[in-house]
């Protein structure tokens, strides 16, 4: 039973625009959440956080939006360069209960198109 | 130049073999987790460590083995018992395990069978 999902697996954006990037999750009981980005063969790199008590945090070029009632949040990417080409992970975690554990989602996969 | 290194980069094991792989960070961090990567799936939790001489299980723990001896050193040990170990194994840290501690990511070993 997959608790964070991505439905999208890959996705594509001309340099300079918007990309945008959905995560959807089952469990009330996540209260955190994290963006990750991957290159292959590389581990992860932190991108962004959101705490549920904001429905928006921004840093940069990144902005991630959080709608609790819809159990939905998002990465926006303003302007996408070619350098953002990446996979995308959501993860979330339940402050609560194991706060250690981080539930991933599997990921999309962003290209950036010069 | 702090951060999370693991080595070696691939690593081949034979059929029955015991194999480890090498985790170490010089963040000061207290808490370090192993995760596990298939192609097209998110990352899974092996095993975590909240603290030194103390570990627990994560969702897919059956087949490996770890040890904290040290509060920099987290080694994982894929066992034989593993039948399908052929993945991206990647050591992650944060400051604590608390809920809202990010986790930093090593590059990651790539795990193969020969």
């Known amino acids: 039973d997959q608790q964070v999902k991505q439905n999208s697996p890959s996705l594509s954006v001309q340099e300079g625009r918007i990309s945008i990037l959905n995560c959807d999750y089952t469990?009330?009981?996540?209260?955190?959440f994290l963006w990750y980005k991957k290159y292959p063969a590389e581990g992860p790199t932190f991108l962004i956080s959101i705490s549920s008590i904001k429905d928006k945090n921004e840093d940069g070029r990144f902005t991630v939006f959080l709608n609790k009632s819809a159990k939905h949040l998002s990465l926006h990417i303003v302007p996408s360069q070619p350098g953002d080409s990446a996979v995308y992970f959501c993860a979330a975690k339940d402050g609560g209960a194991g706060s250690y554990q981080l539930t991933f989602g599997k990921g999309t996969k962003l290209s950036v198109i010069p | 130049d702090g951060g999370i290194t693991q080595s070696p980069k691939y690593l081949f094991r034979k059929e029955g073999q015991n194999v480890t792989l090498s985790c170490e960070q010089n963040?000061?961090?207290?808490?370090m987790y192993w995760y596990r990567q298939d192609p097209g799936q998110g990352l899974r939790l092996i095993y975590y460590s909240q603290i030194v001489n103390d570990f627990q299980k994560g969702d897919i723990a059956e087949g490996y083995s770890v040890s904290r001896e040290k509060k920099e050193s987290f080694p994982l040990t894929v066992t034989s018992a593993q039948k399908n170990p052929t993945a991206f194994y990647l050591c992650?840290?944060?400051?604590?395990?608390?809920?809202?501690?990010?986790?930093?990511f090593g590059p990651g070993t790539r795990l193969l069978v020969l």
């Open positions: 469990n009330s009981m996540f209260d955190y």
């Open positions: 992650a840290s944060s400051i604590d395990s608390g809920p809202r501690e990010t986790q930093y």
């Open positions: 963040l000061n961090h207290d808490a």
